[in-house]
């Protein structure tokens, strides 16, 4: 499932190629779209901004006019040179934008709606989202206060995932996170104190912005004799999908079981999260 660093990723390479340029087509290939009369809506319509809170993905036309894309589990952003082939089947194309030299492409995005600005500012589902763990200039008291509205109860692995509480964040830097600030992912939020909830986050947003800069390339682990440095090259984790594989510190297999309601699986060590 696309994280935020993923999305903001996502808003850059798309911004880059349509803010500036001549949208010369707007193409809404799916039935469910057919009435909606987009292409006609946005037709010689500049793009003004391309940009993200959390997961969701907004890209602004002028005339108060924004298309609001959410990608689920399953989709994804393409951008592509005129003529290039894609990477993904024409057919689950949800959404094309052609400008003279490049083509973006949604594919397989179930959330995608085309809202006048004023209403994304007063939509419910985005007024409830919690502060964007990739913003610059991050809301930590805004995020305690949401964590602490929120049921006491809830194992912080859970919590944590509430894109009401802390929105971008996904399965990967949840697991990660809590493993770097050595908090056990089961404990109640009621348990968790304050600065605790803050190491994790402040574990995983430069990881997070450096993933942006790297065109939303995840690494957390790089090594023995480099733990966790950013911007070395591969994909590797301390515990996200190892299950029972040997503790990167400690040795200890990491173990992985299903938490809260949606069952999202949560990679943790028993010893060094204990
Ligand atoms: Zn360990």
Redesign the pocket.
């Given at each position: 499932m696309p994280e935020g660093d993923t999305i903001h990723s996502a808003a850059r390479r798309v911004g880059a190629v349509l803010v500036g340029h001549e949208i010369v087509e707007v193409e809404t290939p799916q039935r469910r779209h057919a009435m909606d009369r987009w292409p006609e809506r946005l037709a010689g319509r500049e793009v003004h901004a391309v940009d993200a809170h959390g997961k969701h993905l907004f890209i602004r036309f002028e005339g108060d006019l924004t298309l609001h894309s959410h990608l689920r589990m399953t989709g994804k952003w393409g951008v592509y040179r005129r003529g290039e082939r894609w990477r993904r089947s024409p057919r689950r194309a949800w959404l094309v934008i052609r400008t003279a030299d490049h083509e973006v492409v949604e594919f397989d995005g179930p959330v995608l709606e085309l809202m006048t600005e004023s209403r994304t500012r007063f939509d419910r589902r985005l007024a409830m989202l919690g502060p964007d763990v990739l913003a610059e200039d991050f809301d930590e008291s805004r995020f305690l206060a949401r964590l602490r509205g929120d049921d006491s109860t809830r194992g912080v692995g859970d919590a944590l995932l509430d894109q009401r509480t802390l929105a971008g964040i996904g399965n990967v830097w949840k697991s990660e996170g809590c493993f770097m600030a050595g908090l056990d992912p089961w404990r109640r939020t009621g348990e968790v104190s304050d600065e605790e909830a803050l190491e994790v986050v402040r574990g995983i947003r430069p990881l997070m912005r450096m993933s942006v800069e790297r065109g939303g390339r995840i690494v957390t682990y790089a090594g023995p004799n480099h733990p966790a440095r950013p911007g070395a090259r591969g994909s590797d984790y301390w515990v996200y999908e190892r299950t029972g594989l040997p503790?990167?510190?400690?040795?200890?297999p990491i173990r992985a079981r299903g938490q809260g309601d949606d069952n999202r699986t949560t990679y943790w060590?028993p010893?060094?999260?204990s």
């Open positions: 503790c990167r510190r400690c040795g200890t060590c010893s060094c999260q």
